[in-house]
């Protein structure tokens, strides 16, 4: 089973950046897909963006364009870049992989990290 380490969250400003990293365990991880999911108090958690194997890339309409994710097939990383960030930005964010992008999407996932808390004030 793949093993997924978060690090990077923290407490910001509205309109500060931040870059979330991922770390991940397993022989596969260069064909496999990577992203990120959020989950705010109260609410479901919901998909961020993600990164084909091919390097393709993925993103919810409430980041598109403040958000960019990548990854490193040799450290075995994938990271989440987040700019402009807002106040409803604020929940645990959360690495995750699957074998195709249309099955990480709908949460049919083989691995969750531990989740990383990004916290940002108005």
């Known amino acids: 089973q793949v093993q997924l380490v978060e690090s990077g969250g923290g407490l910001v400003q509205a309109g500060d950046s931040l870059r979330l990293s991922c770390a991940a365990s397993g022989r596969t991880f260069s064909s496999r897909a990577m992203g990120w999911f959020r989950q705010a108090p109260g609410k479901d958690r919901e998909f961020v963006a993600a990164?084909?194997?091919?390097?393709?890339?993925y993103y919810a309409d409430s980041v598109k364009g403040r958000v960019a994710i990548s990854r490193d097939n040799v450290k075995k990383t994938v990271s989440l870049q987040m700019n402009s960030l807002k106040p409803e930005d604020t929940a645990v964010y959360y690495c995750?992989?699957?074998?195709?992008?249309?099955?990480?999407?709908?949460?049919?996932?083989?691995?969750w990290g531990q989740g990383t808390q990004v916290t940002v004030s108005s």
């Open positions: 990164i084909s194997g091919g390097y393709s890339t």
């Open positions: 995750t992989t699957s074998m195709s992008v249309a099955s990480l999407k709908t949460h049919r996932v083989d691995s």
